[in-house]
């Protein structure tokens, strides 16, 4: 059985705000080595509770603050080996909520 997990975000980039999508796809056992690697490798060592990319430059970002920036280098290093080792695809969509609004519709 394939897992799929995906995950949204909206930033700002350019002054302009966007609708992040993205999301990995992986099969059952190797999603479930990628949750405890993620955990032993990543979470535990960096003294973090969860990963947000979209903070991971912000100097006042609380979930970083302890993290220097040769850190969080390493932490994006080993976030992008993790995902790498565990996932088969993975794929990412953005765009202008507005566009976002646009094209779909309620049920």
Known sequence: MLVAYCDE???LAGGQQL????????????????ITDWNVELLKPF????FHAKDIRSRNAKLYRHL????RR???GTGSKLIVKHTRAGAIVYMRPADWRHETTSS
Do not use: K, M
């Open 19 to 34: 609708l992040v999508l993205a999301g990995y796809l992986a099969n059952e056992a190797d999603w479930q080595a990628f």
């Open 74 to 76: 390493q932490l994006l």
């Open 68 to 71: 220097d920036l040769a850190e």
């Open 47 to 50: 003294r973090i509770p969860h």
């Open 9 to 11: 975000s909206d930033t």
